[in-house]
């Protein structure tokens, strides 16, 4: 069975169908009196094979067809349960991507602080199903009002367990959750316990940053074919690191520029409120969402000023 994907913002006016796929698109071939039927009559599933014998002569509404279902325009009616049919439809909208191949997607986060809890609710919200988190922490109390994970009765409890529980607990579908409380101290540390996952994305989010650890965290995003991001506050601004093409240019920026970033772009600090931690884990998110979906592939060192809500890239170098 076939159906107009509604995901698409179809527009109909005198000069033609317009639909939106992360790109305005136009079909000027036909006037708005034919488009309104074609609409109407697949607002309703259709078999494949199924024509409407009244819009067009056959060839051409055969040919016409087929122009939909490869523009995505008409999509096959699947069942999808209702908790994640707007999920289905924002997929749909960006190049057709389903469910299935985003919950095959491997995530390793690297600290379940402010911004890792808020990457890690995100995602898994996005379909997203298996992860790696790696935090040696228990929650505290000051934890308690800077996400939305962490309860009062989690305080005392390993951060990697309770964001564990917490994925299960949502009822959206089966996770594949692996967990780690090891305090990383050096760069064979980290090889030696972490190697065997070959992690799509690899996210840092410690709150404590070392030169060495960072740059093994670049190193094996890109032995692995994988994606760095890395995130931090600084003064009034928010930073996302994303890597994924020129490793070396980055480890280079990295490497130069260590005493600065450290004291600019990724300050371990406590002054993080739900505010700041939850517009840096949605907009870390998003990115690795268009990454997966071919939006946005480009290497980023990205800036959010926090009091006029701009965004700029800064260059690497």
Known sequence: MIVIN??????????????????????????????????????????????????????????LKKVLLKLNVLKEDKAILKSFERLNNFYDCYGGKSLE????????????GTVGTAIVDNLAKMGVKNFLLIDSDIVEEKNIIAQSIYQKEDIG?????????????????EFNIEISDNFIKNEKEFKDNYQYYRSDFMVDCADVKNEELDIQFIKFA??????????????????IFKVSNDFGKFENFM?????????????????????????????SAR???????????????????????????IPLE
Not at 159 to 169: D, G, I, S
Not at 231 to 237: F, K, R, S
Not at 298 to 303: A, F, K, N, Q, V
């Open 157 to 173: 409890l390993k951060k990697v367990r309770v964001v564990k529980n917490y994925l299960e607990m949502l009822n959206i579908g």
């Open 6 to 63: 509604r995901s698409k913002f179809i527009e109909i006016s005198d000069e033609g169908l317009s639909f939106y796929d992360g790109n305005h698109k136009k079909i000027v071939r036909y006037n708005k009196q034919i488009w309104l039927k074609i609409i109407e009559w697949y607002q309703i599933p259709r078999e494949l094979e199924e024509i409407p014998q009244d819009i067009l002569p056959m060839n051409e509404m055969i040919a």
């Open 222 to 239: 890109r032995q692995y074919d994988g994606v760095y991001l890395s995130t931090g506050y600084a003064d009034d601004n928010d930073y």
């Open 287 to 313: 990115s690795i969402i268009n990454h997966i979906l071919g939006l946005d592939k480009e290497d980023r060192l990205l800036e959010i000023n926090l009091f006029n809500l701009t965004m700029r890239n």
């Open 101 to 112: 191949e985003i919950s095959k997607i491997k995530v390793m986060i690297w600290g379940c």
């Open 255 to 283: 490497r130069s520029n260590w005493g600065s970033s450290k004291k600019k772009y990724q300050l371990s600090s406590n002054r993080g409120v739900i505010i700041d931690s939850q517009l840096l884990g949605s907009l």
